[in-house]
């Protein structure tokens, strides 16, 4: 009995946190720069460097029920004629029930627009192909008919409830524009963008009607890296997300500061309203940048369940073709 419990408790307090949200949300990041296609498509290869790799993974809910894994890998890479590209991949699964929902998209992103003093001044407009995959498990899945009254629940019984199709697959696409300001030398840097995802409004076949479609999901993020002295920055940063009737607001900040020739670390944290606080921690190694945050969740979800924290780990590689010159560094937006 206490094994199921925890399941049907977690449903319980989830339908009725989302009572008046009727929405899809999609999976979220706390490190949601690391993973920039989720972000916005035209940070597709806004970056010091040739070529980037990133993987992030987030795990949640764990202490209540199976836990909500996302994984999330990305690659991107540049041009000298101000076209960039990209592909990425991510896949949550969720719950008891072995339900997944996954993403492959290509990315592209053209940078051409410059202006200002030695065009350090850039505006960027990206685009995002690709497609949207939900699937159940219906043999882990359990109904009211499979309850036996004198000798209860027993899986093995059949059921009458007809599944007739476990995977859904949609065509999806999204845009976006950015804008920042890639001087080095200067006090602070700015950097904002807005993006649209399922623009062509994917079909939702495992809605109650089965003829329902992903709502838009509206994208604004921006920030701003203020340096305090040759060795130390920080940078506040805002994101907003809006999606059907579901909202999220995020502000938070990281310091970066120049510990060692090839060693910067990270710290920081965000707060997700009505959420979460999420502490962060990490460091640049050469070519290498490694993030960890903590979600200790505030809701009256956490509360209730008596933590429900999540935890994200992330890691980025940045190829160069050639040696960067100290004190010319390229400003770019990230986190």
Known sequence: MRKTLKPVLFTMLMVASMKSVNAQVDPHFTQYYVYPSWLNPALTGVFDGDVRVSGIYRSQWGNITSPFSTPGVSLDFNTSKNMNFGVSALRQKAGDGGYTYTTAYGNFSYTGVKFGKNEYKRMAFGLQLGLIQRKFDPTKLTFGDQWNPIFGFNPSNPTSEVLSDPTAISF?????????????????????????????????????????????????????RIGLSNQFSITPNFLYLSQGSASEKMIGAYGQYKAWQDIDLLVGANY?????????????????VFGASYDVNVSDLGKFAKGSNSFEISLTYIGRKKVRTPGVEFVCPRL
């Open 272 to 288: 997700r309203f009505e959420d979460a606080f999420s502490p962060y921690v990490g460091f640049y190694y050469r070519n290498l």
């Open 172 to 224: 999806d696409a999204g845009a976006g524009v950015l804008y920042f300001d890639a001087e080095p030398g200067k006090k602070s840097n700015l950097f904002a963008g807005f993006s649209i995802s399922h623009i062509t409004r994917p079909d939702d076949k495992f809605s109650g009607t089965g003829d329902a479609t992903f709502p838009i999901r509206y994208t604004g993020h921006a920030g701003l």
